[in-house]
């Protein structure tokens, strides 16, 4: 079973019955419309491997799958009453708002009765609710989200880019093991290069974190190809680049904020269409990508953009079941008890 | 007396004689044909009020000038056997190599013959050449490298991008009174806005550094504005963005690799000129500026670029006599006395 083409090698969890994908149906800035619509194109394009469970307020969301076609869909609806917000402070949020549709969703996870979910909502508040919903996975210390960044050649994972931003050089190498895991099984990059985010290539450069970090890597099993400069991230070296959060959260926003002043710097001056600068922003958008996983915690959760479209939607949906599919939380602790037994921690 | 236009309002160190500064003669790329030129035309510039001293092997220096009309102009040579490369370890270089021009030109102005030195040389040389040579400021631990960053309005400098990468949330501090310093009395900014690089606008955003550097910034009496994220760093509204010198390393390097690569993504597809992308290049060709100061040693340093021009140096050169000119170190300690005295520390 495969249901996004690429290589599942790890083998799915299950192959008899569909995935079930929860979607916070109440999370993004144009919610619940984006979702409906997204989580019904990923139920039918999967042609029954996937049944979404769509987390919100039911009535509202009944009226809106009825302005669409959703006939014969595996499409359920779990009601919650409430909402957290793009500005609720997260931790607090997801502990007072038992019956917000994030919290609920990530109940049903935990439980067992979906098996992944899709958010669009606030991001700390689905890293918050990942954390005390679903806990860490066995040898992972701290979380990690994992962003796709186009290069000149294929696009590249980054992470972490905000769940964790104070790292011990452990959490660097976990990261690293996480994302190869991903890159690996969801991505399907054979044999994924790990850089390592600093500032000069020779392993002494950088600071105490980067320079142990640069260590552990190094005697690691991963495909480690050693540190990558700001400068050369763009140019596709590598699959995996690894980064504390605040770092990696830096790189993600000023990268944002460059496609979308750099047209108007060309302008100044220059004949520069309108058009070319909506591709390139286009091609930096990386909700069109799906959405980010949040590695480290025991479940399936992906994190799509708060301004995401139905397609975006759509393919975090898809990109969850195939998390699912090829196992790539039991990939992620196979390879730490492997890392762990051949240094001796 | 003004060497360069704009405000000085903290008055000069000297009305009566010209200001000297070194340059390494033997740093850059291109040396030290460039460093030659550009030293000898900031000479012609400044009209008397700028002496230069170059340091580097005599009889490569003299054919270089041999070469050009330097007659009459206030130009000298301190000769300097030893070179350091770009390559060699900063430290151990400075330690080891007396007699390189950088170690010269640091020696002359520790020994007050020179007011200041403009070096394109390898930067870490650079900075360990100030701290072992020149010292700190009194009240300033660490040092930090102050940049040049092009926003949609006028430019902010960035500090630190790379001196400091290990940073206590005092040193951010110390780097935003550094960079206020600098902005108003060399780029003559009235009253700058400083602001620190974070993940979020709100205080409680960041990590362990950001958020008590955060705490100190507020309770200062700089102008500050608050958290920058990274995708508002161009939108011009800050003077002075402080961050650790791996972060802001980062943002320059990032910066630089989208400049260059951009543009072979928007012609994938487009028409864009090459020409538009040379202006864009350009634009954030922070060698254009002249340099970025080393601030907090006890001296008047300036880093120009590797591969500075001609105009590059002889900006360079410009600056660091305006830098001398208007006491900045002077304002740095003594804002930092007010700083301690304000707070108890």
Sequence with gaps: MSIVPGSSPAGGSSASRPIRIAVDAMGGDNAPGVEIGGAIAAAREAEGEIEVVLVGQRG?????????????????????ADVIGMHD???????????????VATTLHKKGEVDGLVSAGNTGAVVAAGLLGLGMLRGVRRPAIASLYPTLKDPAIVL????????????????????????????????PQVALVNIGEEPSKGNELTRAAHRLLKESDLTFIGNIEGSS??????????????????ILKLTEGLIHILPRFLSQGSGI????????????????YGGAPLLGVNGAVIIAHGASSEKAIKNAVKVAAKFVDADVDGVIVDTLREVVSNDGR
Tied chains: 1, 2.
Aim: glycine letters at 10%; proline letters at 3%.
């Design 60 to 80: 509202l969301l009944e009226a809106e799958i009825a302005k669409r076609d959703a006939t014969g869909l595996p499409i359920s609806i779990v009601d919650a």
């Design 233 to 250: 991230i763009l140019a596709g070296a590598a699959d995996v680049i690894v980064c504390d959060g605040f770092v990696g959260n830096v």
């Design 273 to 288: 269409a309108a058009g070319d600068a909506d591709g390139l922003r286009r091609k930096f958008d990386y909700a069109e």
């Design 89 to 103: 402070a997260p931790a607090e949020a997801v502990r007072r708002k038992r019956g917000s549709s994030l919290v």
């Design 160 to 191: 972490d880019v905000g769940a964790s931003v104070d790292c011990r050089p452990s959490d660097l190498l976990e990261f690293a093991v996480m994302g190869m895991a991903y890159a690996r099984h969801v991505l399907g990059r054979d044999d």
